[in-house]
């Protein structure tokens, strides 16, 4: 700026000086001077404002870099629970297809024990006579094999010693019994509840309980029936089947049976080799 001036001053003075300059061409001078200083003020106001947009620019240029930064660890955080997600499924997957495994397993060895346990009905019955069969009754019921003898059969009335008519049928359910080896056998007396009046036996648990115990003595002394395969018990007066309030009912309940199961061994195996959980894997906390 003050460059300009001086320039314009020298060659005022100049022109002034030599006597050449009228004053029409100084006035065109001074108007070009105006023009180059509008001219260069306004040049100054573009640049400030290309400054201000190139301001701009570089802040929106940085908040979009910061978006990308954002949006690629969204990305990559989600790739990553993806990833793991898809993992859980096939875990999942592999721990139901090896439940389903043990279940099949189960269901077989379930459906192998009741083809056998009907088996094992169906050989006792053929085995009775048709006289028999009256004081006899057999069935299965979920998964177990219940032989119901007729009080009247098997002692005299308020006694726990064995009649020999008894016999004949005995050694054939400890035939039967002995086929399978396998299987557990449970005696189990049940009496109606008319008190007993034996000075050796004190109630009605105790004449249940020296029933069954006879009939185990005599399936292990007389017939050959492993004794660790037998249990007796006494139920007395406290699993009827029938009315006690009439002679019929009181029959019913008077009874011994045999209860014939199959061994727990090969299904607790399966249970030890059941498929563990993720938190069975853990093992138990530690406290």
């Keep these: 700026m003050k460059l300009q001036r001086r320039i314009l001053l020298l060659a005022t003075a100049t022109l ?17 001077y105006n023009a180059s200083q509008v001219a260069l003020a306004e040049s ?8 201000s947009m190139l301001e701009q620019a570089r802040k929106e240029n940085q908040e979009l870099r910061n978006d990308y930064r954002a949006l690629q660890g969204a990305l990559d955080q989600s790739l990553a629970s993806n990833q793991s997600g898809n993992i859980n499924v096939s875990k999942l997957a592999d721990q139901i297809n090896a439940s389903n495994q043990y279940i099949k397993r189960l269901v077989e060895a379930k459906s192998k024990s009741d083809s056998l346990l009907m088996v094992l009905s169906n050989n006792l019955t053929r085995s009775l006579n048709t006289n028999e069969l009256k004081d006899v009754d057999v069935k299965v019921l979920k998964g177990v094999v ?9 002692f005299r009335t308020g ?3 064995i009649s020999p008519d008894a016999m004949d049928i005995l050694s054939k359910i400890a035939k039967i019994i002995k086929d399978y080896k396998n299987y557990s056998v449970l005696v ?30 005599v399936l292990q002394n007389k017939f050959d029936v492993d004794p660790s395969r037998l249990t007796a018990g006494g139920r007395g007066e406290y699993n009827p089947i029938a009315t006690n309030e009439t002679p019929q009912g009181r029959q019913l309940n008077r009874r011994t049976q045999i209860i014939i199961t199959p ?12 498929p563990a959980t993720d938190a069975q894997a853990a093992g138990p906390d530690i406290k």
């Excluded at 002034?16 to 070009?32: E, F, I």
């Excluded at 219940?146 to 098997?154: F, G, P, R, V």
């Excluded at 648990?205 to 009939?215: P, Y």
């Design 16 to 32: 002034l000086m030599s006597g050449c300059v009228s004053h029409k061409k100084y006035n065109l001078l001074r108007d070009d």
């Design 44 to 51: 100054k106001t573009n640049v400030k404002s290309l400054e």
């Design 146 to 154: 219940y032989i119901s003898l007729a009080d009247n059969m098997l």
């Design 159 to 161: 006694s726990y010693e």
């Design 188 to 217: 189990e007396g049940n009496t109606d509840n008319v008190p007993i009046s034996r000075t050796n036996i004190r109630n009605n648990w105790d004449l249940s309980a020296l029933r069954a115990s006879s009939v185990v003595q």
């Design 263 to 274: 061994s727990l061994d090969q299904f607790m195996d399966l249970i030890d080799k059941a």
